[in-house]
Each structure stands twice: as C-alpha cells, then as structure tokens.
Nanobody, 123 residues
Framework: QVQLVESGGGLVQAGGSLRLSCAAS????????MGWFRQAPGKEREFVAA????????YYADSVRGRFAIFRDNAKNMVYLQMSSLEPEDTAVYHC????????????????WGQGTQVTVSS
C-alpha cells in the first residue's frame, strides 16, 4: 500500500516556475515507478512525466519536454516535478501516481494516486 500526497501548486504568471512535490508513505517506495499526470476541467487525465524506480530513466510528454523535469529521492520517499516556462495551457490539477508494471503513459497502469494539487498559469 502506498499513500501519495502532492503539494507545491499555486498561481503563477506565464513564463514562471513551480516545483511540485509528492510525498509517499510506506517502505516500498523504491519498488514503484512514478509518474505525474494532469487533468484540466472537462478533459481527461493526461500523461506529463514518468521516472523509473532507480531514477535513471525519465520520460516526458512532447508538450512539456524541455520545460519540465522529473526527479526522485528514494531516501526521502519523494518525487518532484520542476516546471519552468509555464504556459496558460499548463493549467490543471496535477496528480502523482505509483506504478508497478504496465505502460507508463497510461492512467490505468498506475496503482495509487494522490489527491492532486492545482496549478494555475495566468497570461
């Protein structure tokens, strides 16, 4: 069982930066690959970024590659999403998820989710 709690969202102007954090409970954090997804009003939850169990491999959606960075600290049971050059289109609720197996780009592959943190980017 893994419980996830996101934090770090807020209101920021276009071009600004935010760092989201996801705190995980449990002693098996390092056995899960982690991902960040986002959901805007009226839209489906979409993939943003993912990181392997060790942190050696990272994956990004085309829309955020070069602007966002995902990293993790297994000693602290934390995963982060550093977001830069934010655009109004990045406005959404951001969720972190934990995955054992399956396609890292797909919501259904993730076993556990946090409640989400709101990111609002003003133009």
């Amino acid at each position: 069982q893994v419980q996830l709690v996101e934090s770090g969202g807020g209101l920021v102007q276009a071009g600004g930066s935010l760092r989201l954090s996801c705190a995980a409970s449990g002693r098996t954090f390092s056995s899960y690959a982690m991902g960040w997804f986002r959901q805007a009003p009226g839209k489906e939850r979409e993939f943003v970024a993912a990181i392997s169990r060790s942190g050696d491999s990272r994956y990004y959606a085309d829309s955020v590659r070069g602007r966002f960075a995902i990293f993790r600290d297994n000693a602290k049971n934390m995963v982060y999403l550093q977001m830069s050059s934010l655009e109004p289109e990045d406005t959404a609720v951001y969720h972190c998820g934990a995955r054992s197996i399956g396609n890292l780009y797909v919501v259904q592959s993730y076993n556990y989710w946090g409640q989400g943190t709101q990111v609002t980017v003003s133009s």
